[in-house]
C-alpha cells in the first residue's frame, strides 16, 4: 500500500460568518493546492464551533491530481477532525469515497491524515 504525502497550500477559506454566538454551526469552503501530487482539492466543511475556541468539523473534498504515485486523475475523500484554536493546529482523519475515481486513480481505496502543524499537509495510504 503505497503511503503519498503532499504539503498543502491554501488559496482560498470562505466560512459564514453571520453567526458570532458560539456554539454554533457554519458552513465552510476551501480551495488548496497540493504542490508535490500536482494538484488541488475544492473542499465543503461543516465547522461546529465551541464556546472554548476550538471547532470540530467534517468535510467532504474532491481531489484532482496530475501526478499522484505516478497517476493522473481524481477521487472524493470524506473526514472530520479537530481545530485548536490556542496551537491554531488542524488535525484530522479521512477516507477515500470507494468508487469515486476517475481517470488513472479508477479504484481507488484508502484513508489518510492531514495536518497543519508544522506545516500543512496530508498522508494518504491507498492501494489502486
Do not use: C
Amino acid at each position: 500500500m503505497p503511503s503519498i504525502y503532499t504539503s498543502t497550500v491554501m488559496n482560498k477559506w470562505d466560512e459564514d460568518q453571520t453567526i458570532e454566538d458560539t456554539p454554533r454551526v457554519t458552513p465552510a469552503h476551501a480551495i488548496f493546492d497540493l504542490p508535490e501530487v500536482k494538484g488541488k482539492t475544492a473542499t465543503e466543511l461543516i465547522m461546529s464551533h465551541l464556546p472554548d475556541g476550538n471547532a470540530a468539523y467534517v468535510y467532504a473534498e474532491t481531489i484532482t491530481a496530475e501526478d499522484f504515485d505516478g497517476k493522473k486523475g481524481s477521487f472524493i475523500v470524506q473526514g472530520s477532525g479537530i481545530w485548536d484554536g490556542k496551537e491554531h493546529k488542524a488535525t484530522g482523519t479521512f477516507e477515500v469515497v470507494e468508487g469515486s475515481g476517475t481517470g488513472e486513480l479508477k479504484g481507488i481505496k484508502g484513508k489518510g491524515f492531514s495536518e497543519n502543524t508544522p506545516k500543512h499537509g496530508y498522508r494518504f495510504e491507498v492501494t489502486f
